[in-house]
């Protein structure tokens, strides 16, 4: 069994942004004095979805690598995942706050993403079996 050193190469710059898209959130509840939910504020509503959709993929995805390279997945698998995710992350924190005009790099943010979390569900498993 082999140590995830390549999903660490990912993990640790996706912490990172989690981390800045964290500090935008506790930003404009700062600034929008809303401590719960997201009252009126169309901004702080964007930044709580990108935050929370961030949330909602990527610590799945960074297991599903760890464990398909711990089976000893090849490593340009691991860096394509790493990779596509992190496109994929970037790209729908860029589209989201711009809203309709940047729908096309939202979809292909969450494909890119989707991708991800698909190949490494199939990758983690197939190395595990064989």
Known sequence: MTEPILTSLYAAPLALMYIVLAARVVNLRT???VS????ESEALLRATRIHGNFSEYVPFTLLLMAL???GGA???LIHGLGLALIAGRLLHAYSIPRGMKALRF????????????????VAS?????F
């Open 125 to 129: 498993a197939a190395f595990a079996l």
């Open 36 to 39: 719960l939910g997201t009252g």
């Open 74 to 76: 090849w490593p340009w």
């Open 106 to 121: 939202r979809v292909a943010g969450m494909a890119l993403t989707f991708a991800a979390l698909a190949a490494g569900a």
């Open 68 to 70: 398909a390279e711990m």
């Open 31 to 33: 600034s929008e004095r």
